[in-house]
Protein backbone atom coordinates (compact mmCIF):
# COMPACT_ATOMS: atom_id res chain seq x y z
CA UNK A 1 0.00 0.00 0.00
CA UNK A 2 1.59 3.47 -1.18
CA UNK A 3 0.55 6.99 0.16
CA UNK A 4 -1.63 7.77 3.15
CA UNK A 5 -5.07 5.97 4.23
CA UNK A 6 -8.19 7.99 4.02
CA UNK A 7 -9.74 5.77 6.66
CA UNK A 8 -6.40 4.61 8.71
CA UNK A 9 -5.84 1.37 10.35
CA UNK A 10 -5.22 3.26 13.83
CA UNK A 11 -8.62 4.22 13.22
CA UNK A 12 -10.57 1.88 12.32
CA UNK A 13 -9.00 -0.08 15.19
CA UNK A 14 -10.06 2.72 17.82
CA UNK A 15 -13.65 2.47 15.96
CA UNK A 16 -13.90 -1.22 16.77
CA UNK A 17 -12.45 -1.17 20.37
CA UNK A 18 -15.20 1.55 21.30
CA UNK A 19 -17.92 -0.64 20.08
CA UNK A 20 -20.03 -2.68 22.80
CA UNK A 21 -22.19 -4.38 19.77
CA UNK A 22 -21.37 -5.98 16.57
CA UNK A 23 -23.42 -7.60 13.74
CA UNK A 24 -22.00 -11.38 13.67
CA UNK A 25 -21.86 -13.05 9.81
CA UNK A 26 -21.67 -16.56 10.11
CA UNK A 27 -22.25 -19.48 7.56
CA UNK A 28 -25.64 -21.97 8.16
CA UNK A 29 -25.06 -25.95 7.51
CA UNK A 30 -26.37 -25.11 3.92
CA UNK A 31 -24.40 -22.41 3.05
CA UNK A 32 -26.80 -19.42 4.01
CA UNK A 33 -25.76 -16.49 6.01
CA UNK A 34 -26.49 -15.70 8.72
CA UNK A 35 -26.99 -12.37 10.70
CA UNK A 36 -26.78 -11.99 14.51
CA UNK A 37 -26.05 -9.14 17.27
CA UNK A 38 -23.70 -9.83 19.67
CA UNK A 39 -21.75 -8.37 22.51
CA UNK A 40 -17.89 -7.68 21.58
CA UNK A 41 -14.79 -6.78 23.32
CA UNK A 42 -11.13 -6.79 22.04
CA UNK A 43 -7.95 -8.24 23.08
CA UNK A 44 -4.92 -6.44 24.08
CA UNK A 45 -4.01 -6.79 20.24
CA UNK A 46 -7.37 -5.69 18.67
CA UNK A 47 -9.10 -8.85 18.03
CA UNK A 48 -12.66 -9.35 18.44
CA UNK A 49 -13.47 -11.44 21.66
CA UNK A 50 -17.25 -12.67 21.31
CA UNK A 51 -19.27 -14.40 24.93
CA UNK A 52 -21.83 -16.91 22.85
CA UNK A 53 -23.89 -19.55 23.88
CA UNK A 54 -24.53 -23.08 22.99
CA UNK A 55 -28.03 -22.54 22.56
CA UNK A 56 -27.21 -19.69 19.43
CA UNK A 57 -27.27 -20.88 16.00
CA UNK A 58 -23.84 -18.53 15.41
CA UNK A 59 -22.49 -20.59 18.03
CA UNK A 60 -23.40 -24.15 16.13
CA UNK A 61 -22.46 -22.43 13.05
CA UNK A 62 -18.71 -21.52 13.91
CA UNK A 63 -18.56 -25.11 15.43
CA UNK A 64 -19.09 -26.29 12.17
CA UNK A 65 -17.26 -23.72 10.36
CA UNK A 66 -14.92 -21.16 12.14
CA UNK A 67 -15.21 -18.47 9.26
CA UNK A 68 -17.21 -15.08 10.04
CA UNK A 69 -17.39 -11.66 9.59
CA UNK A 70 -18.17 -8.87 12.55
CA UNK A 71 -19.03 -5.46 11.54
CA UNK A 72 -18.54 -2.64 14.71
CA UNK A 73 -20.76 0.41 13.64
CA UNK A 74 -21.00 3.90 14.76
CA UNK A 75 -24.46 5.40 13.59
CA UNK A 76 -25.24 8.94 13.55
CA UNK A 77 -27.77 9.78 15.61
CA UNK A 78 -29.63 11.54 12.40
CA UNK A 79 -29.58 12.05 8.97
CA UNK A 80 -28.28 9.23 6.48
CA UNK A 81 -26.66 6.45 8.73
CA UNK A 82 -24.53 5.12 5.78
CA UNK A 83 -22.82 8.09 6.57
CA UNK A 84 -21.45 7.00 10.39
CA UNK A 85 -18.18 4.55 10.05
CA UNK A 86 -17.80 1.44 10.37
CA UNK A 87 -15.62 -1.13 9.85
CA UNK A 88 -15.97 -5.24 8.93
CA UNK A 89 -13.48 -7.75 10.10
CA UNK A 90 -13.49 -11.58 8.36
CA UNK A 91 -11.88 -14.09 10.01
CA UNK A 92 -11.81 -17.26 12.21
CA UNK A 93 -13.30 -18.26 15.50
CA UNK A 94 -11.86 -20.33 18.20
CA UNK A 95 -12.47 -20.75 21.23
CA UNK A 96 -10.68 -19.55 24.38
CA UNK A 97 -9.89 -19.79 27.98
CA UNK A 98 -11.98 -17.66 30.25
CA UNK A 99 -8.51 -16.45 31.96
CA UNK A 100 -7.39 -15.18 28.26
CA UNK A 101 -10.27 -12.88 27.64
CA UNK A 102 -12.81 -12.26 30.81
CA UNK A 103 -11.48 -9.84 32.37
CA UNK A 104 -11.44 -7.30 29.60
CA UNK A 105 -14.88 -8.57 28.24
CA UNK A 106 -16.43 -8.03 31.59
CA UNK A 107 -14.34 -4.63 31.40
CA UNK A 108 -16.72 -3.96 28.47
CA UNK A 109 -19.95 -5.69 29.91
CA UNK A 110 -19.84 -5.80 33.71
CA UNK A 111 -23.66 -7.56 33.25
CA UNK A 112 -22.26 -10.47 31.73
CA UNK A 113 -20.60 -11.47 34.99
CA UNK A 114 -24.16 -13.16 35.58
CA UNK A 115 -24.01 -15.03 32.98
CA UNK A 116 -20.25 -15.79 32.20
CA UNK A 117 -19.72 -18.64 34.34
CA UNK A 118 -22.37 -21.06 32.61
CA UNK A 119 -21.61 -23.86 31.54
CA UNK A 120 -23.05 -23.51 28.27
CA UNK A 121 -21.24 -20.16 27.69
CA UNK A 122 -17.94 -19.57 26.18
CA UNK A 123 -15.56 -17.02 24.99
CA UNK A 124 -14.49 -17.41 21.08
CA UNK A 125 -12.03 -14.48 19.49
CA UNK A 126 -11.41 -14.27 15.90
CA UNK A 127 -7.93 -14.38 14.45
CA UNK A 128 -8.43 -11.23 11.75
CA UNK A 129 -7.45 -12.04 7.81
CA UNK A 130 -8.43 -8.61 6.33
CA UNK A 131 -10.21 -5.73 7.41
CA UNK A 132 -12.82 -3.48 4.91
CA UNK A 133 -13.21 0.16 6.76
CA UNK A 134 -15.70 2.33 5.10
CA UNK A 135 -15.92 6.44 7.51
CA UNK A 136 -18.22 8.00 4.64
CA UNK A 137 -18.28 9.08 0.71
CA UNK A 138 -14.81 8.40 -0.79
CA UNK A 139 -13.17 7.13 2.90
CA UNK A 140 -13.32 3.26 2.13
CA UNK A 141 -10.30 1.01 2.57
CA UNK A 142 -9.31 -2.40 2.75
CA UNK A 143 -6.41 -3.84 4.50
CA UNK A 144 -4.70 -6.94 5.90
CA UNK A 145 -4.67 -8.16 9.47
CA UNK A 146 -1.16 -7.01 9.81
CA UNK A 147 -1.52 -3.45 9.16
CA UNK A 148 -4.54 -3.49 11.42
CA UNK A 149 -3.49 -5.18 14.33
CA UNK A 150 0.02 -4.85 15.07
CA UNK A 151 1.71 -6.79 17.20
CA UNK A 152 1.02 -5.36 21.04
CA UNK A 153 3.10 -7.81 22.65
CA UNK A 154 4.47 -5.60 25.25
CA UNK A 155 1.55 -4.24 26.24
CA UNK A 156 -0.32 -7.10 26.65
CA UNK A 157 2.94 -8.77 28.92
CA UNK A 158 2.42 -5.86 31.27
CA UNK A 159 -1.02 -4.59 30.93
CA UNK A 160 -2.32 -6.55 34.58
CA UNK A 161 0.12 -5.18 36.68
CA UNK A 162 -0.53 -1.26 35.04
CA UNK A 163 -4.12 -1.75 35.93
CA UNK A 164 -3.09 -3.19 39.40
CA UNK A 165 -0.80 -0.19 39.92
CA UNK A 166 -2.68 2.56 38.65
CA UNK A 167 -5.71 1.43 40.59
CA UNK A 168 -3.76 1.09 43.69
CA UNK A 169 -1.64 4.37 43.64
CA UNK A 170 -3.10 6.73 41.09
CA UNK A 171 -6.38 6.52 42.29
CA UNK A 172 -6.83 10.85 41.98
CA UNK A 173 -6.03 10.61 38.36
CA UNK A 174 -8.08 7.71 37.65
CA UNK A 175 -11.16 10.58 38.59
CA UNK A 176 -9.47 13.09 37.20
CA UNK A 177 -9.60 11.13 33.75
CA UNK A 178 -13.19 10.13 33.97
CA UNK A 179 -14.04 13.46 34.89
CA UNK A 180 -12.22 16.12 32.87
CA UNK A 181 -11.16 13.86 29.91
CA UNK A 182 -14.55 11.89 29.47
CA UNK A 183 -17.20 14.06 31.19
CA UNK A 184 -18.35 11.61 34.01
CA UNK A 185 -19.29 11.98 37.45
CA UNK A 186 -16.31 12.03 39.74
CA UNK A 187 -16.17 9.01 42.10
CA UNK A 188 -15.59 5.24 42.21
CA UNK A 189 -13.89 5.12 39.00
CA UNK A 190 -12.02 1.80 38.63
CA UNK A 191 -9.48 1.36 35.31
CA UNK A 192 -10.49 -2.50 34.01
CA UNK A 193 -8.10 -2.79 31.20
CA UNK A 194 -5.86 -0.84 28.85
CA UNK A 195 -4.14 -1.60 25.49
CA UNK A 196 -2.34 0.62 22.66
CA UNK A 197 -5.19 2.67 22.12
CA UNK A 198 -7.08 3.68 25.47
CA UNK A 199 -8.14 2.07 27.99
CA UNK A 200 -11.79 0.96 29.58
CA UNK A 201 -12.83 2.83 32.90
CA UNK A 202 -15.72 0.86 35.06
CA UNK A 203 -17.49 2.27 37.80
CA UNK A 204 -20.24 -1.04 39.04
CA UNK A 205 -22.07 -1.82 35.84
CA UNK A 206 -21.28 1.64 34.18
CA UNK A 207 -18.42 2.04 31.68
CA UNK A 208 -16.60 4.50 30.26
CA UNK A 209 -13.62 4.17 27.06
CA UNK A 210 -10.63 6.72 26.72
CA UNK A 211 -9.34 6.55 23.86
CA UNK A 212 -5.55 7.80 23.06
CA UNK A 213 -4.11 10.71 21.37
CA UNK A 214 -1.67 8.21 19.77
CA UNK A 215 -1.06 4.22 19.91
CA UNK A 216 1.55 3.33 22.42
CA UNK A 217 3.52 0.25 21.86
CA UNK A 218 6.03 0.08 24.51
CA UNK A 219 6.07 0.62 28.82
CA UNK A 220 8.01 3.10 28.43
CA UNK A 221 5.33 5.10 25.78
CA UNK A 222 2.50 4.14 28.28
CA UNK A 223 4.41 5.30 31.23
CA UNK A 224 5.07 8.67 29.78
CA UNK A 225 1.42 9.41 28.14
CA UNK A 226 -0.29 8.61 31.80
CA UNK A 227 2.06 10.65 33.08
CA UNK A 228 1.66 13.71 30.77
CA UNK A 229 -2.46 12.94 31.03
CA UNK A 230 -1.98 13.01 34.74
CA UNK A 231 -0.49 17.06 34.61
CA UNK A 232 -2.81 18.19 32.35
CA UNK A 233 -5.93 17.19 34.34
CA UNK A 234 -4.40 18.40 37.30
CA UNK A 235 -4.57 21.97 35.72
CA UNK A 236 -7.72 22.49 32.69
CA UNK A 237 -5.26 25.21 31.76
CA UNK A 238 -2.74 23.04 30.94
CA UNK A 239 -3.89 21.19 28.06
CA UNK A 240 -3.32 22.89 24.65
CA UNK A 241 -3.98 26.48 26.45
CA UNK A 242 -0.62 27.33 27.56
CA UNK A 243 2.67 27.48 25.81
Known sequence: ???RRSF?????????????T??????????????????????????PVILISTLAWHTRNLLADPRASLMAAEIPPEGDALTGPRVTIMGRFSKIAPEAAGRRYLARHPAAELYAGFGDFAFWQMQPEAAHAVAGFGRIETMGAEEMFPDAAEIAALEAGAVDHMNADHDDAIQRFAEKLLGAAPGGWRIAAIDPDGMDLR????????????????AGALRSLLARLGAETRDPTIAGETS
Open 203 to 218: RGEETRRLDFPAPVWT
Open 22 to 47: ATLATLNADGTPYASLVNVACSVQGW
Open 1 to 3: MSG
Open 8 to 20: SAGEARSLLRRAR
